[in-house]
């Protein structure tokens, strides 16, 4: 292996908004099987770490461009964080006042973040769940004249996963194969935007999608009621509180039903979260690929997959995040923060700095 050098982008951005999109595609080398070729496309390589960059800026910039948003105005949405980590990313970039609703259920570090971005966190209590939290920033638009982001119901969002997200995996795999694509949902709008062109582009790759297995809400065959403007008026019946930050709130978005009604997915298969936190694990320490619950979830469902497919198959991941944002939950537990005993050993083999242990 030669000496490894770059070249740069070749570029100069004019905002941080630019680098969003275009993340990469990376082979799994050693926990995969030997039968199959798995990548992952891995999403923590957008600016504020997660996929839903891609939504958070299309959502601001296409109500912009339809004058949806007006200059100075504050925009308001409910989140398990991500959305509402891209959103503070790019409203500082803009110049918007921006107001987050969260459940308290959800890992400290995220809503730090927000708020180091500038952002408002207003929390809402864990026991009305994710209705709760939406429930509150629709009633926050409503009584202040706030722009509601509407990540759950928007067309914006599905749109901009057709546009890059999709684009950029069948440049990827442009003339080679794709026999399957896993993901896993929180709102929908990865699965519906690149369900939409793989059906129609690459109509042999087999979407699968997961969802937790202890809120398996879309295989439950029930879909809660929604209103005039498709926003959800129910929690839903079969959502029990799960580990995966991100996926699964307490209905069934609308950017979903989309994929749902259209089909574009060929199975649907529920994980725990524990598989979820075991293949994060794994995916950090033996491939160097630091994700989250989420990714780790995915994941595990991709390696389900992996065991019975036919020799040669080439399966493509989705890694939705960065697992920095996880690090108060149980991804974390029993990850040492003062030296470890074999650690001790290490130190006292040789006889500088040393330090004092109890």
Known sequence: MGTRTTEGRGKLHASILDTIGNTPTVRINKIAPDHVDVYVKFEAFNPGGSVKDRLAVNIIEAAEREGRLKPGQTVVEATSGNTGIGLAMVCAAKGYPLVITMADSFSVERRRLMRFLGAKVVLTPRALKGFGMYSKAKELAEKNGWFLASQFETPDNADIHQNTTAREILADFDGERL?????????????????????????????????PANAAIVGSGYVNTRNEANQPTESHPSFEPHPIQGWTPDFIPFVLQEAMDGAYYDELLPVAGADGISWSRRLAAEEGIFTGISGGSTFAIAMQIAQTAPKGSVLLVMLPDTGERYLSTPLFEGIAEEMTEEEIAISQSTPSAQMETG
Do not use: H, N
Request: aromatic share 10%; hydrophobic share 25%; proline share 3%.
């Open 179 to 211: 026999d399957y694509w896993v993901t896993g949902y929180g709102t929908g709008g990865t699965v519906s935007g690149v369900g939409r062109v793989l059906r129609e582009s690459r109509p042999d790759t087999k979407i699968i999608l997961t969802e």
